[in-house]
Nanobody, 121 residues
Framework: QVQLVESGGGLVQAGGSLRLSCAAS????????MGWYRQAPGKQRELVAI???????NYADSVKGRFTISRDNAKKTVYLQMNSLKPEDTAVYYC???????????????WGQGTQVTVSS
């Protein structure tokens, strides 16, 4: 099994910045894709950004140019640098990874518990 622990959420004024981190832990696994999703009240969970093991990235149109996803494979950690934050970025942000579990010889998807990001106007 893989556990994902997020940190870095909080309250910030519009135009400000936050950096989210998500560290993966567990036994005998390797991580493929890592990503961030968010869910605002009354809305469906949506993709924010994803990054492959090799560093290829993909972003939602709404965050392009403002958010940057990165990862440290040695630390099994993914980051989301969020700049020029807007009130519409307010949501619970969830970390996600796709990991190969050695004991199962299979890929599995995992979610973090979520971290709240609130942007005030």
């Amino acid at each position: 099994q893989v556990q994902l622990v997020e940190s870095g959420g909080g309250l910030v004024q519009a135009g400000g910045s936050l950096r989210l981190s998500c560290a993966a832990s567990g036994n005998a696994f390797s991580i493929n894709t890592m990503g961030w999703y968010r869910q605002a009240p009354g809305k469906q969970r949506e993709l924010v950004a994803i990054i492959s093991r090799g560093g290829s990235t993909n972003y939602a149109d709404s965050v392009k140019g403002r958010f940057t996803i990165s990862r440290d494979n040695a630390k099994k950690t993914v980051y989301l640098q969020m700049n020029s934050l807007k009130p519409e970025d307010t949501a619970v942000y969830y970390c996600n990874c796709n990991a190969f579990i050695n004991s199962e010889a299979a890929f599995r998807g995992y979610w973090g518990q979520g971290t709240q990001v609130t942007v005030s106007s």
